[in-house]
């Protein structure tokens, strides 16, 4: 993989695809404690016309008793034979979180992605890794969060 497409996969792709804002469905509510939590995630990547640029985006939905605090995001290329760890994605990009109630957010990434990374890029499936934590430290890592095919 090359030098762009690394720095894309590794630190930017941190997230998500779509051309727009991603709307994301409310978690339901729960009346037990919830435990780190990470719902209804996806992924998308679209190619502007033209083909010169593109934009990665990410969004879940999150939970987690004591509040979220942060929710980081990761996206390979299958083919790379990456498998990153939970101790791995804390350096990684955090998503931005807007805060639903207590213990519920709304995450979402996006990345613009340009021509000459765009032409480095790895055609075929993706996979987008998350790592959850709680205000009080809680942890979960979701190493196949979401998944998204680059056909472009």
Same mark, same amino acid.
């Given at each position: &993989? ?6 894309? +996969?590794?630190?930017? $792709?941190?997230? +998500?695809? %779509?051309a727009?804002a ?5 978690i +339901?509510? +729960?009346?037990?404690? =919830? ?18 640029e593109?934009v990665?985006?990410?969004?879940? /939905?999150? %939970?987690?008793?004591?509040?979220v605090k942060? $929710?980081?995001? $990761? ?7 990456l ?5 791995? &994605? ?6 931005? @979180?807007?805060?639903?109630? /207590?213990?519920?957010?709304? @995450? ?9 990374e765009?032409?480095? &890029? ?10 959850l =934590? ?15 095919? $680059? /056909?472009?």
């Open positions: &993989m090359s030098r762009i497409s690394k720095r894309v +996969a590794l630190t930017s $792709l941190v997230g +998500a695809v %779509a727009g991603v709307a994301v469905a409310g +339901a509510s +729960a009346t037990a404690p =919830t435990k780190p939590v990470v719902d209804n995630a996806s992924a998308r990547f679209v190619v502007a016309p033209g083909g010169d593109g990665f985006t990410f969004a879940a /939905d999150v %939970a987690d008793d004591s509040g942060s $929710l980081k995001v $990761l996206a390979w290329p299958n083919a790379s034979g498998d990153p760890t939970a101790e791995e &994605m804390e350096y990684v990009e955090k998503a931005g @979180c807007e805060r639903v109630d /207590d213990e519920k957010s709304t @995450c979402a990434y996006s990345l613009r992605v340009t021509e000459r765009l032409a480095e &890029m790895g055609k075929g499936e993706w996979t987008v890794a998350a790592l =934590t709680g205000r009080d430290g809680g942890k979960k890592f979701v190493p196949g969060a979401a998944s998204v095919t $680059l /056909d472009f």
